[in-house]
């Protein structure tokens, strides 16, 4: 009886040290990995998010001033073929006034 008790100690020793290591060969290998992952992305040629975000919110920007300045021109140019004179400049706006 002694010794089957001894068995199951034993055998209950061995599983805990086999699972111990394969918990350490596991993050051994995702260590590894990670590191295979960071080179091979460190290899191509990709922004962080931040870059991205930061690029994306300029060019919306740039978007936004372009749409502005396309009804700007739309407006002078109608302007131009109702009138059929030039547009008058701030400066000469503001002789007209005094």
Known sequence: ???????FDDLARVANGA?????????DIE??????L???????DVV???????VKAMAAKARAE???LQ??????????????KTPATPRQRKAKTD
């Open 66 to 68: 372009q749409e502005e």
């Open 1 to 7: 009886m002694q010794s089957q008790n001894r068995f």
């Open 38 to 44: 960071e080179r091979v992305l460190a290899g191509m």
């Open 19 to 27: 699972v111990g290591a394969l918990s350490g060969v596991r993050s």
């Open 71 to 84: 009804r700007r021109v739309a407006a002078l140019e109608s302007q131009l073929a109702g009138d059929g």
């Open 31 to 36: 260590a590894r990995f990670r590191d295979q």
């Open 48 to 54: 962080s998010r931040e870059e991205f975000e930061a």
